[in-house]
């Protein structure tokens, strides 16, 4: 390339990738409505239709989806599978799936035969939901109804949570079993006078774990060890071992010079919504669902309150009433209370299909302060710092058009929905 002559634009060549992987999704979902005209037309409706004699051998309907999915005959799923040219066991992995989204999930088919999910976003769908309950299948699909920009791990949180919503006995018993494998080993002495560990433990008791070994770790930093953050923290390991001899060591904070002088223990705070009854269990309608931010992921009433009787655990509750207020103030800097309610309301950074925790993100003023935009949390929004740079530094812009969505346009154009269904690619009307 001349160095001397602006490089060219990459707008068209984005635009044939994008056409091209639209034609290809349309070519399989013709393939979907093939398969599902297929299934309609070999379903077995009964032990009769499941086990009748084709050419002196049993033919039998075989459940390729989950409960309530309809059987489908043996002997032609291994014809339609020929002819798919897909191995026996794939072939009907995949129609396992499509016919799991067009019986069980219909908004998530629908989705599909519209163009607004990528057939195998849906596939990945079908995967995660084909264990599930009706009942529980049902809950995912009304959630993912235009579910084009959702990614995997918000899935799995969701199908989680689906779980935990209608089969909460069965999630109970299965949490249970699995801290029956809780273990915490130490292996032997290597060459090196060095050992590994292996452990796996309650998700709040690593937290806590961590959350302490971080601590020392960043005083041995100030109290001038000048090893690699990685060593500190085995330090910092080996010393919470010996009962944390140094905790009586008050080091002044850098930068306010204050003293504090930490207490031991978990620190847990709730943030309760008004019309929150989860831990109460009294009422006609309990949530069986909490949220643990820190991890990220729905989880059971009944764990929270197993957290909330560890010994020396201080508990500070946080009514939330209302994510939408208004409550400006008139300084630049965002008060705590409003990067609280920005990071409950957002959850994630909201550049398209980014995931980083809204509490790890910068806070951007959407109108710049110094052109009037007010320091209020219907004017905050949680980007991280990639994100927050390529806002302020790059061509690329966002709008908010209604509270919590934001559109964000590509320095080549493209346009992108962010909300809390995720990503989703917003086409010129002529499309």
Not at 125 to 143: C, H, K, N, P, Y
Not at 209 to 234: F, I, K, N, P, W
Request: hydrophobic share 40%; proline share 7%.
């Amino acid at each position: 390339m001349d160095l001397g002559t602006r490089p060219r634009s990459t707008a068209p060549v984005l635009s044939r990738l994008s056409a091209g992987i639209q034609a290809r999704n349309q070519l399989l979902v013709e393939e979907w409505q093939a398969i599902v005209e297929w299934a309609g037309d070999h379903i077995v409706t009964g032990p009769e239709g499941a086990a009748t004699i084709t050419e002196g051998y049993l033919d039998t309907g075989v459940p390729i989806a989950g409960d309530g999915a309809p059987l489908v005959s043996e002997f032609a799923l291994m014809e339609l599978v020929a002819v798919l040219g897909r191995t026996p066991d794939g072939g009907k992995a995949y129609v396992g799936r499509v016919i799991e989204c067009a019986w069980r999930l219909p908004n998530v088919y629908e989705a599909v035969v519209a163009g607004r999910l990528a057939p195998w976003r849906a596939e990945r769908i079908a995967d995660l939901t084909r264990g599930l309950s009706g009942e529980a299948a049902g809950f995912v699909d009304r959630q993912l109804w235009n579910a084009s920009g959702i990614g995997w791990a918000q899935l799995e949180r969701l199908v989680a949570e689906a779980v935990l919503r209608f089969d909460p006995d069965k999630a109970e018993a299965d949490r249970q079993k699995a801290a029956d494998h809780r273990h915490f080993d130490i292996s032997d002495v290597d060459e090196h006078g060095l050992v590994h560990l292996d452990g796996l433990l309650d998700a709040a008791d690593g937290h806590d774990l961590d959350q302490a070994v971080a601590r020392r770790a960043e005083v041995l930093g100030r109290l001038g060890d000048e090893s690699s953050l990685d060593v500190r923290r085995s330090k910092a390991a080996a010393e919470l071992a010996r009962q944390d001899l140094a905790l009586d060591l008050l080091v002044p904070d850098p930068d306010t010079g204050e003293v504090v002088a930490t207490v031991p223990g978990r620190k847990v705070v709730l943030n309760v919504h008004v019309t929150d009854t989860s831990l109460t269990g009294d009422h006609p309608f309990v949530n069986p669902v909490g949220r643990w931010d820190e991890g990220r992921c729905p989880i059971t009433t009944a764990q929270i309150r197993e957290w909330l009787r560890s010994k020396n655990t201080t508990i500070i509750v946080r009514p939330v009433i209302d994510l939408a207020d208004h409550l400006p103030v008139t300084a630049y800097e965002i008060p705590d209370r409003h990067k609280t309610r920005v990071a409950l309301r957002d959850h994630t950074c909201r550049f398209p299909h980014c995931t980083r925790p809204a509490t790890r993100c910068d806070i951007d003023h959407h109108q710049p302060h110094d052109r009037g935009g007010p320091t209020c949390p219907c004017n905050l929004v949680p980007l991280c710092r990639r994100h927050h740079r390529a806002k302020t530094h790059s061509a690329w812009r966002y709008e908010t058009p209604m509270p919590a969505t934001y559109v964000w346009t590509s320095p080549s154009g493209f346009r992108f929905r962010v909300d809390h269904r995720g990503t989703h690619p917003v086409h010129p009307p002529d499309e």
